[in-house]
Structure formats: C-alpha cells, structure tokens
C-alpha cells in the first residue's frame, strides 16, 4: 500500500471494543498512514473493554459517548475538533447491536422495543452522527464518512434478523445524506458491505461460522478480512478516493455477485452422497 495516505488528516472513529473489531483495525492502519484521530463508544465499553489500549497504542483521546444521543454525540464532535486542531476529515461508524439476536428472538417474533433499539443504535445513530457533524460544521471539504454494513440489507440471510433491517436503513441514510452533504460541503458518505467477519457482535449471529464457510467456498477471492476492510476504509478517507460518494461498496470477495460456485457446489453434492451411502 502507498504510505502517508492520511498523512494531516484528523478523525473519529466510533465502535472499536477489541483487537477482533474492524474499527479497531482501522485506528491501527489510520495511525500507520500517518493520521490523528479520537476514538468513542460506550462509556460501559470504554470502562470494561479494550479500547483503552487502543487509546495508548495510537496516542488516540477515547472520548465515552452513547452514539443514539445527540448531545453526546454533540460532546464528541465537539471535543474531536478541540483536541486535534481543525474540523474533522474522516469517520468511521462501526456501530451495531440486535437484542433479538441476543435473546435469539426469531424474526417471526420479535420483541419490537428490542426492535426500536437495534434500528436506533445500528442504523439511526448514523443519522444523528451524520446531521451533529453538519449542524456544527465539523467536518472539512472533501471529508469522508464510512459506516459498515452487510450483505443481509439486500438479501435474507437466515439468522442475521432484524438487524438485516437495521442495514438497509443504514445504507438508505448514506444515500440520502449524501446527496446533501455532497452538495453543499463536498463531503462523501458510503457504505461498506462487508464479509462476514468474527467480531464480537458479528458472532452473536445464529450460526455465524457456518455462514463464514459458506461465503468463503462462494466468493472467488474468499472472504475479507477485519484487515482487507481496514485497508479499505483508508483507502476511502484519502484524497484517492475524492469523487466516490453515496454508494455502498462490496469488499466482499465477490460474494455479492455469485450465484453458485463449484466449490460450494461440490461440498452440496457431497452432502446428498453421504446421504446416499446411508440408506
């Protein structure tokens, strides 16, 4: 990868819990590229997780905020532009949370104040971080905001639920955002479909290694990794990437785009044979 991508650029990363997060791997390859940025998440997650590390390791402030409050995320902005010198040039939201998934409510049954809650922490607190920044005019001409999604938002995958919802809605705001926010600050907003990877959250999906497999066998190049994103996301906060906004990216290995591979299909017709031989 070229060097000093991000070199005089100021950001907030918002999610990073532990060294499995992609946003935690996005502070790292930020900080390589030789950008300075804050970190935040909950102030129960800055207490109990790992993200202090994360703040000495990349000399990054870790400001606690709950992202669904407008003053918080306010207190964030705010503090960010202090404490780095300048308004904000790119942002990462890695932000997403499914009680029903949690609680293994099916999508047949979902608890809906369960429901309010995924859409508000997954999806809504996008908004709300997109229409703080540019209430308060935090972000730079030209600035670059990511969010991660997944596939889920376009096609049913079973056990992923109501978070599923969650990412179109999340997809939907880049788009419509986007529109404004290109056209009167020049800043681009995109989404990134991600392969499914074992975060913490990630893995509190239903069958969740069963669904890596699967992808991996379906994807030409297999899956991407915590690491490919982060490379990728630095890619989409440098100048390089200065005319790509309102779009949802797939890093995905080409999974997105597949119908049926041969190696998927050979472990199918593999199944049928075992099941064959037992008859």
Request: proline share 1%.
């Amino acid at each position: 990868m070229i060097q000093n991508l991000l070199e005089g650029k100021r950001g907030i990363i918002f999610g990073a819990l532990n060294d499995k997060s992609i946003a935690w791997k996005v502070a790292e390859k930020a900080k390589q590229q030789g950008a300075v940025f804050t970190l935040s998440n909950t102030a129960a997650a800055c207490r109990m997780g790992e993200v202090r590390q994360l703040s000495e390791l990349t000399g990054a402030e870790l400001i606690p905020a709950d992202a669904t409050s407008v003053e918080d995320l306010t207190t964030v902005f705010s503090r960010s532009q202090e404490i780095l010198g300048g308004k904000i040039d790119f942002v990462l939201h890695s932000i997403g949370m499914s009680l029903n998934v949690r609680k293994k409510h099916l999508y047949n049954d979902l608890d809906y104040n369960f429901l309010d809650k995924t859409l508000d922490i997954s999806a809504i607190s996008f908004h709300k971080m997109l229409q703080v920044a540019y209430k308060l005019d935090a972000i730079a001409e030209w600035g670059s905001v990511v969010a991660l999604t997944y596939v889920a938002a376009q096609r049913t995958l079973f056990g992923y639920n109501d978070m599923a919802d969650a990412k179109a809605l999340l997809e939907s705001i880049g788009r419509s955002f986007g529109y404004i926010y290109g056209c009167e600050k020049k800043v681009r907003i995109n989404t990134i479909s991600q392969s499914p990877t074992m975060t913490t959250a990630g893995s509190g999906v239903a069958g969740f290694d069963g669904l890596m497999d699967f992808s991996d066998r379906m994807s030409p190049l297999g899956n991407a990794s915590a690491e490919d994103c982060a490379n990728f996301c630095v890619t989409m906060f440098s100048d390089l990437t200065r005319k790509i906004t309102m779009q949802n990216l797939f890093h995905d290995g080409g999974f997105s785009s597949m119908g049926m591979s041969e190696r998927a299909m050979s472990q199918y017709n593999k199944s049928f044979e075992a099941n064959d031989s037992q008859k």
